[in-house]
């Protein structure tokens, strides 16, 4: 049977790329995050899509531009049906 990976997703509030050690921050230290940069994977290429955080973070989760997921900065308490959480998709795939 294949063997599925672990994936270990870590999400912090307002951090720019450029505060951990291993991504090139010659003057802080950083080494637990740094471990995980190095036997892991770094997400480095992305573009934030709103500077509010809820609708930041709905983009994040569903892949689609925060205006795209109706009600998420409007104090809503559930995501709209419409709305793929990468959640759902990776509990779904097991």
């Known amino acids: 049977m294949r063997q599925r990976p672990n994936i270990l ?3 912090t509030d307002e951090q720019r790329w450029d505060t951990i050690h291993a991504l090139g921050n010659p003057h802080i230290q950083t080494p637990h995050v ?3 940069v190095r036997e892991g994977v770094a997400f ?5 899509q709103s500077p ?4 930041s973070r709905s ?6 531009y925060p205006s795209s997921v109706h009600g998420c900065c409007n104090g809503n308490e559930r995501w709209p ?3 793929p959480l ?4 990776l ?3 097991g």
């Open 9 to 11: 997703w870590i999400c």
């Open 86 to 89: 990468v959640t759902r998709l």
């Open 52 to 55: 509010i955080c809820t609708a």
């Open 34 to 36: 740094d471990r995980l």
């Open 59 to 64: 983009s994040f989760l569903t892949g689609m």
């Open 44 to 48: 480095t290429h992305a573009f934030c």
């Open 81 to 83: 049906d419409a709305a």
């Open 91 to 93: 509990a779904d795939a």
